[in-house]
């Protein structure tokens, strides 16, 4: 049984470019969460999608997007990068929503 | 809205010893409650997940408990040792089960 995996693990992008992390969810999971993790914080809820929809945001603007695919992967994409959005973007997949969930390995964003 | 507060911050102990790790949360109305390990720089491990109508559950050494009505939670860690050293976040599901609610974290460090 393969976990979360997210690639790329770590990536430079330039203040008012566009970036998009992807993850591969555990199998079998059909809800896929992303989360923001800044220095020295707890990890922040971005979104969730169940089954191909948006099921849940939390408080991110709209130039944070993702899509999630018919086999339950994901994308998470960030337009007009802005500095603070350097963190470790987590992705996390569970079997139906909230059965406990398995995170990745995440990817480290640095904007400059 | 919820927040989530893990009290102490930071600890260090000597290898053997048994120690608490502390998680209150403002809002009883939560769906499930997760403790997670994190290492430097990488993604997060699932510990314990406790639904809303348990008490409590074990893992080996571990040990979490659930007061829904008192908004707290514990993590306790029988005979540590040095590779437990790490950042335990817990974690609170919203009653929609969209979304965990973390805090920021109890950074733990055993010497030996």
């Known amino acids: 049984e393969t976990g979360v995996t997210q690639s790329p693990t770590h990536l430079i992008k330039t203040r008012g470019q566009q970036v998009t992390l992807r993850c591969s969810s555990q199998s079998g999971h059909n809800t896929v969460s992303w989360y923001q993790q800044a220095l020295g914080q707890g990890p922040q809820f971005i979104f969730q999608y169940y089954r191909e929809e948006e099921n849940g945001r939390g408080n991110f603007p709209p130039r944070f997007s993702g899509l999630q695919f018919p086999n339950y992967s994901s994308e998470l994409n960030v337009n007009a990068l802005e500095l603070d959005d350097s963190a470790l973007y987590l992705c996390?997949?569970?079997?139906?929503?909230?059965?406990?969930?398995?995170f990745g390995s995440g990817t480290r964003l640095t904007v400059v | 809205k919820q927040e989530v507060t893990q009290i102490p911050a930071a600890l260090s102990v000597p290898e053997g010893e048994n120690l608490v790790l502390n998680c209150s949360f403002t809002?009883?109305?939560?769906?499930?409650l997760q403790w997670f390990r994190q290492d430097p720089g990488k993604g997060l491990t699932s510990l314990l997940l406790?639904?809303?109508?348990?008490r409590e559950q074990t893992s080996g050494r571990l040990n979490a408990s659930l007061d829904k009505s008192s908004g707290r939670s514990t993590l306790y860690i029988a005979a540590s040792q040095p590779g437990d050293s790490a950042t335990y976040l817990c974690a609170v599901g919203n009653q929609a089960g969209t979304a965990l609610i973390f805090g920021k974290g109890t950074t733990l460090s055993v010497s030996s």
């Open positions: 996390a997949s569970s079997l139906e929503m909230n059965y406990g969930y398995t």
């Open positions: 809002d009883s109305a939560i769906y499930n």
């Open positions: 406790i639904q809303s109508s348990q």
